[in-house]
């Protein structure tokens, strides 16, 4: 627990401190509130993930002083993870990195991860047996596309205030709970230092949004979910693979499903952003309603109280991963599951049937 507290209060800090000075830096503002996706009402700092970052390698270094034989690793990751980090923090300060151009750094990222640290899919679970994957044509894109993929994917769920930063702060002590169990110490302590980092920007980001975690925060913070996901489950052949993929399901699924709505349903890129996500349907169809007025702090209880029922749908998935990470068929079935209970609740929202238990009434 001490590196997670160590995160947590350096980045509560830290993020304090750039809550009040960004104000100073018209770049580092989010003033833009006509966008597809917003959904606020007032100047918000959008770098959180400069404070994150800085808290991690912080907590890193104070770690690798106390424990010498995580060294190595501990500076591989943070290594890594910086290549993410970088494009994800200069587009929230200049907004000049295309999605293309962050998309290659944090493959650029994953490589290294391959490399430095070993991190790479090399085998894939099922029931009663499991596909050995020795060549490294397979493994390398393999797994550069689906850490990049996770990395690309929290950026994508962080829609309103806490969404995200919940969400895998849950992945997280989840990784480092079932670390703890195969006696990992690496995965262990790298997971609660990003977990208690955002844990320390959450306080300021929800439930009124000082601080957006912008760009860099949910690549930086995707990419160590990606990365550490791979890592256990690699390094430790009793954990099934399919716990990380039941794991990461949420943001995972919420990708693949845009990137086919916007490519194969309205026929254009997938690149292009749009407010038909999920999050953005419960927004304007569940939690608008209910609360009704267009003011700006009407907007902004919208906003708090649109996360916690994603908070609650991820839970199906991050909790019976956590318990189940050894047994390859009952993952394999939550997986399923999960898929199908997404697409049954996108489908009755967008025909205004939302499931009664999402329905929030209307005081009167």
Not at 310 to 329: M, N
């Amino acid at each position: 627990m001490f590196s997670f507290l160590l995160s947590f209060i350096a980045s509560a800090l830290l993020t304090l401190l750039v809550i009040k000075e960004a104000r100073l830096h018209g770049p580092a503002l989010d003033a833009n509130f006509d966008g597809v996706q917003k959904v606020h009402a007032h100047h918000v700092a959008r770098i959180g993930g400069l404070p994150i970052f800085v808290a991690v390698a912080i907590s890193s270094t104070i770690s690798i002083w106390r424990v010498p034989v995580l060294g190595d690793l501990l500076l591989a990751l943070l290594a890594s993870a910086t290549v993410a980090f970088a494009g994800g923090i200069v587009e929230d300060y200049t907004g000049r990195v295309s999605p293309l151009r962050r998309l290659l750094l944090t493959m650029a990222a994953a490589t290294l991860g391959y490399f430095l640290l070993d991190a790479r899919i090399d085998r894939l679970d099922w029931p009663f047996s499991a596909w050995a994957l020795p060549y490294m044509w397979i493994t390398l894109p393999l797994t550069v596309l689906a850490v990049a993929g996770i990395a690309n994917a929290v950026n994508i769920i962080d829609g309103f205030n806490g969404l995200a930063s919940v969400v895998c702060i849950c992945m997280l002590l989840s990784l480092g709970y079932v670390a703890l169990q195969v006696n990992d110490m690496f995965v262990l302590i790298a997971a609660l230092m990003v977990a208690g980092a955002t844990a320390g920007f959450l306080i300021w980001n929800y439930p009124v949004g000082l601080i957006f975690l912008g760009d860099g925060g949910a690549y930086f913070i995707g990419f160590m979910l990606g990365e550490l996901a791979l890592l256990l489950v690699m390094r430790n052949p009793q954990v099934s693979t399919w716990y990380a993929a039941l794991l990461l399901i949420y943001p995972t699924f919420e990708t693949l499903f845009s990137v086919y709505r916007r490519m194969f349903v309205r026929g254009k890129s997938p690149a292009m952003p749009d407010g038909i996500h999920l999050h953005s349907l419960i927004f304007r169809r569940i939690v608008q309603w209910a609360v009704g007025r267009k003011e700006a702090r009407a907007l902004i209880r919208r906003n708090s109280l649109t996360s916690p029922y994603l908070w609650l749908f991820s839970l199906t998935a991050v909790i019976p991963a956590t318990v189940f990470w050894r047994h390859t068929w009952v993952l394999i079935l939550f997986c399923v599951l999960f898929i199908g209970s997404y697409i049954w609740i996108y489908v009755r929202i967008v025909r205004f049937k939302a499931p009664r238990w999402m329905i929030r009434h209307k005081k009167h």
